[in-house]
């Protein structure tokens, strides 16, 4: 196994459509993210921001620049051996949840390793293990629908949870719940951190959420266009952003 | 992804919209329903044919009859020729429309043909009665083809062509009235039959039974042996020669070490000559084509109810893909393959093509059943040994199979459109 574990993109351009309707949704961008680390992507709605994130996450292939995994170049990679790096060494959580709804809240969670190719007990044993971490047990049995949207959000992390990945990749996270539970599951989000090492790559607009990352990269039209690092000890969230861009 | 929970996961999303799958499953209910019941009927009276008339056919006889003439049928009467024309063709044999007849000259004709061993003319005979010791008449018929066929035995022997005693083969339901114990005490009993000659005299002839027969559709009354319509034909002549023989057909024996190629050749010598000769194959053949073009018509409309209904699931599945995009991006980003989306969604139409066709065919099964046992006892009580609905192992697995593979190809173009979606732009869809 490689000693750095980490996804490197350099100069990453990445446009849709053609002709008068094309859309440069990112125009070089270069962006290391560390093994344990937490990075926020900031920026308005158009920014290019989840286009960066779906390309450091190997859903989408850049035009042009370079993105390496682990020190693998993502492009020689074959689709299986993307598919299966997804799968094994990724979490994701959406800010629209994504359950599939009339199934179980344990079969929800176990997708990744059922998608994988485990076996139904080991399914059954981790997707356990994980909904007792995550407090939610006791709706094992029940419809991903019939949850709360703290709940369901708590689903969705346990889903990105169950292969043990490395990386979580998180699109606004806490788009979609009020700011008491939003809270809650951003604690969630960097107690993993802390304490299981998984890197933490988080798209938010939310300048609270963003400031509790190590990192936050500012990115506006396409480029980034300001990089700020939270200082190790809590001193204070305005302290550490020194950017002059509204970000909010 | 395993391939168990891919077959697990099709079947439970199949379920998932219970309203849809259902109407949808229904369509192809009608569909295989049809298809079963449809080739039930053609096995159950292709089998009843084959076994009632097909055991009774000798394999080595031609029945000959007369060329039909080849007169347009708006060329109006034909013209009446001593020499050839004579009383149409009745019974059970010969094309419509023969209007010639053989006389002895034409049966010296066949019998000199090269590969033919014998020839006997088919004779009109009209009995009364017959009657056994006891006196009490009944009202009977001989078979005019009873040389050419085997008869479906309940007690006794076949008839003896080359005998000079005079058999008979007797049908089953005679054994009571005539006052026999059971069928095979009435073989070797001898009975009288009376017949009327050409100058109103009533006449009687003795003739030993050799056999009991099960009554059969194509070959009624019973069988008497060629020494026995001999001695008919000639009391009922009454001595007085009535002319140049005329016969509505004979049959004729050939070679049975010919081979098929070597009999349809011998067929085509034959019908230059002016005859047409068929084997009772060739004639079941016939009455089969009938048979099989009706269900082939029947098979067709359901065929047809079943695309209407792979047109169903095709609308149903491509609604399941618009409504999961999500879920499939989802599946795609966690790292499912684009073949394992295809082969989940194929499977899911698989799933509702087998619900379909099991559901039908079983039903058509357990309906046709109850039907069939219904008919046999009622309407077709006349006809004794018809199944009327056969259901084959071998042919209700195929329909399933070919529902299914319907389904298959129907869930194509969906799975195609599912497999083919990107992560991203699904999980954008709104």
């Not at chain 1, 989000?189 to 509790?212: C, S, W």
């Not at chain 2, 006196?135 to 076949?158: C, H, P, R």
Request: charged fraction near 15%.
């Amino acid at each position: 196994m490689q000693a750095e574990w980490v996804i490197d993109g350099r100069e990453l351009e990445k446009s849709y459509g053609s002709g008068a309707s094309r859309f440069d949704a990112l125009r070089g961008v270069s962006l290391q993210v560390a093994p344990g680390e937490t990075v926020a992507i900031v920026g308005k709605s158009g920014s290019g921001k989840s286009t960066l994130m779906h390309l450091l996450a190997l859903l989408d292939a850049p035009d042009a620049g370079t993105l390496h995994v682990a020190g693998q170049d993502a492009a020689a990679l074959s689709r299986r051996d993307v598919n299966e790096l997804r799968n094994k060494e990724f979490g994701f959580v959406f800010q629209q949840f994504f359950l599939t709804p009339n199934v179980s809240v344990l079969d929800n969670v176990t997708l990744p390793l059922k998608i994988a190719g485990i076996g139904g007990k080991a399914r059954r044993l981790r997707g356990m293990e994980v909904l007792r971490q995550l407090e939610l047990d006791d709706k094992a049995a029940k419809k991903a629908t019939t949850l709360s949207g703290g709940q369901k959000q708590r689903v969705v992390i346990g889903r990105a949870l169950v292969n043990n990945p490395r990386v979580i990749f998180a699109d606004e996270p806490t788009g979609n719940l009020d700011t008491a539970t939003g809270r809650v599951v951003e604690d969630i989000l960097f107690d993993l951190n802390r304490e299981q090492g998984i890197t933490l790559v988080i798209v938010t607009h939310d300048e609270e959420l963003a400031a509790r990352c190590d990192r936050q990269i500012y990115i506006r039209d396409g480029v980034i266009f300001n990089e700020t690092r939270t200082p190790p000890a809590h001193t204070g969230a305005h302290a550490a952003i020194n950017n002059t861009g509204g970000a909010a | 992804m395993r391939v168990t929970d891919l077959v697990a996961t099709a079947i439970s999303n199949t379920f998932r919209s219970k309203v849809r799958t259902t109407l949808t499953v229904l369509a192809i209910f009608v569909g295989a329903f049809t298809l079963t019941i449809t080739t039930a009927v053609g096995a159950g009276v292709s089998q009843y044919v084959d076994t009632q008339v097909g055991s009774l056919g000798a394999a080595d006889v031609f029945i000959v009859t007369p060329k039909a003439d080849d007169a347009p049928a708006d060329s109006g009467p034909v013209e009446y020729d001593p020499a050839t024309s004579g009383a149409a063709a009745g019974g059970n044999f010969g094309p419509p429309g023969a209007t010639s007849a053989l006389s002895d000259a034409d049966l010296t004709t066949i019998s000199d043909t090269d590969g033919i061993q014998s020839v006997d003319p088919i004779r009109a005979l009209a009995p009364d009665y017959v009657a056994a010791d006891d006196g009490t008449k009944y009202e009977f018929t001989i078979n005019a083809a009873s040389g050419v066929t085997t008869a479906d035995l309940t007690a006794g022997a076949q008839l003896d062509h080359g005998s000079s005693e005079s058999q008979i083969i007797l049908p089953d339901s005679y054994v009571t009235p005539l006052g026999f114990a059971s069928d095979a005490a009435a073989v070797g009993s001898t009975v009288q039959i009376g017949i009327t000659d050409v100058l109103g005299a009533q006449q009687t002839v003795d003739a030993t039974v050799v056999g009991v027969s099960l009554e059969s559709i194509l070959a009624s009354g019973a069988g008497a042996n060629a020494a026995l319509t001999t001695e008919l034909a000639a009391v009922q002549s009454a001595g007085i020669d009535t002319g140049a023989a005329r016969y509505a057909g004979a049959t004729a024996r050939f070679d049975d070490s010919l081979s098929p190629d070597a009999v349809l050749a011998l067929q085509a010598t034959l019908a230059d000559d002016g005859y047409t000769a068929n084997t009772v194959a060739d004639q079941l053949g016939t009455v089969q084509t009938v048979i099989t073009g009706i269900v082939g018509v029947l098979n067709a409309f359901a065929v047809i109810a079943l695309i209407a209904a792979a047109f169903g699931i095709i609308n149903t599945l491509l609604m399941s893909v618009q409504e999961r995009t999500r879920e499939i991006g989802l599946m795609k980003a966690m790292g499912m393959g684009g073949g394992k989306v295809y082969m989940l969604f194929s499977l899911e139409a698989i799933v509702i093509g087998f619900l379909g066709s099991a559901l039908g065919a079983g039903v058509a099964i357990g309906a046709g059943s109850i039907l069939s046992n219904v008919l046999s006892t009622g309407l077709l009580a006349d006809l004794p040994g018809l199944n009327i609905l056969l259901f084959e192992p071998l042919s209700v697995a195929l329909i399933i199979l070919l529902v299914m593979a319907i389904a298959f190809l129907s869930g194509t173009l969906p799975a195609q459109r599912a497999a083919k979606a990107n992560p991203i732009e699904s999980l954008r869809y709104e």
